[in-house]
């Protein structure tokens, strides 16, 4: 079973220096991450593209801690399994793509995978609600998904995450509960402080004049 109460760090390569992706990866690793969190995006979910498997092989090849892979894209059923031959060790899946969203999370769970559920701002938590208990980690987007770099959407989503551990805690679940967007020194307290435990930041931890130091603070 997953512990929901430990904090997690978990860089976005997003926000890495491409074209030296095994330096930044290590770099990210003696700075004392967790996980190193990929954003795959398929310029229909939304509107840009980033990378795809291939991306998260090399990525695979440099790091044996947990890839945390966040599918942004519209039809996760048809490529959540070439992520897994990647070398993907968490996928997440949105709530608002076109699949069969507990046969998805089902297949990622039999391959050996955790099995994460994507809700945006503009998403109604209830859209969630019926497969909580199918999940190993629910991703509460903290900004609309695309881009780095943008401000962290408070009002519209820290009631998700508290909503989301009054149900963990009311069903029995362990699931994790994720923010991803905006998430730095200052907003990473507010997060917790409503129930989130695995913090995902790219700008505020690649772009850091010291990580290490950024991500010591984010784990006070
Ligand atoms: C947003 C992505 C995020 C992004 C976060 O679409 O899902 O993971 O990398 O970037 P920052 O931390 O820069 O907001
Ligand atoms: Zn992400």
Redesign the pocket.
Do not use: E, N
């Given at each position: 079973m997953t512990d929901c109460n430990q904090r997690i760090i978990a860089p976005?390569i997003?926000?890495a220096d491409w074209s030296r992706v095994r330096e930044e990866v290590e770099r990210a690793e003696f700075a004392g991450a967790d996980w190193h969190?990929l954003?795959v995006m398929d310029g229909h979910f939304?509107p840009n593209i980033s990378f795809g498997p291939q991306y998260v092989s090399a990525v695979r090849s440099c790091s044996d801690l947990t890839l945390d892979v966040?599918l942004?894209i519209e039809r996760p059923d048809l490529y959540w399994e070439a992520f897994v031959k990647s070398g993907a060790d968490r996928i997440t899946v949105h709530v608002e793509a076109d699949h069969d969203i507990p046969d998805t999370l089902e297949k990622i769970g039999k391959a050996g995978c955790g099995r994460g559920l994507a809700i945006n701002p503009d998403t109604d938590f209830g859209d969630v609600v019926p497969f909580l208990d199918q999940i190993d980690l629910l991703l509460v987007m903290t900004?609309r998904?695309?881009?780095?770099?943008?401000a962290f959407m408070e009002t519209e989503t820290m009631p998700k995450v508290a909503e989301g551990k009054r149900l963990r805690e009311e069903r029995g679940l362990g699931y994790h509960i994720e923010v991803?967007?905006?998430?730095d020194t200052e907003t990473v307290a507010i997060a917790a402080e409503h129930g989130a435990n695995v913090m995902?930041?790219?700008?505020?931890l690649y772009r850091a004049e010291n990580m290490a130091d950024s991500i010591l603070k984010m784990r006070e």
């Open positions: 976005s997003l926000a969190h954003d939304v966040h942004m900004v998904p695309g881009f780095g770099g943008q991803d967007g905006g998430i995902v930041a790219g700008t505020s």
